[in-house]
């Protein structure tokens, strides 16, 4: 295992989108488990592969219910709204208070490639959703405008 150099908010990588994995192999894996470490280490609850600087879609998440890893998330339905703090652990000291669907619906393969459907609802809802974006070149601070004020946490949750 190895920690990762997790990048931060102005880093052009940020912006960039990730790339489905072709095959899963033991590559992916470890990548997977040093991503998983590297949350840890940092005490996030999820990590996108986007923000150690690989370019792979592939994310990990842990809320407190055990360890999901997940290549190439894809999700399939949202439903209800829900609005709540976040943080991130790419954009520091930040706390932002972030509108998303509180259940949604994912397709991913697991590490073993094999294919798993997962519905999800609340806080894991809305770490699958934080991650995804990240794959998508997105940051929390997108979601910022004048109207929306940021949040009063001294320590958010940080995806
Ligand atoms: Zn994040």
């Known amino acids: 295992m190895a920690l990762l150099e997790i990048k931060r908010f102005p880093d052009p990588a940020l ?3 990730g790339e489905d994995v072709k095959s899963v192999g033991l590559d992916e ?3 997977l488990g040093d991503m998983a470490e590297t949350m840890y280490i ?3 609850v999820g990590l996108a592969a986007v923000q150690v600087g690989i370019q792979r879609n592939m994310i990990v998440i842990d809320i407190g219910d055990g360890l999901i890893k997940m290549i190439n998330p894809v999700i399939l339905k949202r439903e209800l709204d829900e609005t ?4 991130c652990l790419s954009v520091p000291d930040k706390c932002i208070n972030i509108k998303r669907s509180k259940k949604v619906v994912v397709d991913y393969l697991n590490e073993d490639g094999r294919a798993v459907r997962l519905s999800s609802e609340g806080l ?4 699958i959703q934080h991650e995804v974006d990240h794959l998508l070149g997105k940051l929390i601070i997108d979601y910022l405008n004048p109207l ?3 949040c009063s946490s001294l320590k958010p949750r940080k995806l």
């Open 29 to 31: 894996k470890k990548v």
């Open 84 to 87: 709540q703090e976040e943080g």
């Open 42 to 44: 940092k005490g996030g």
């Open 148 to 150: 929306k004020k940021i």
């Open 124 to 127: 894991l809802a809305r770490v």
């Open 15 to 17: 912006r960039k989108k």
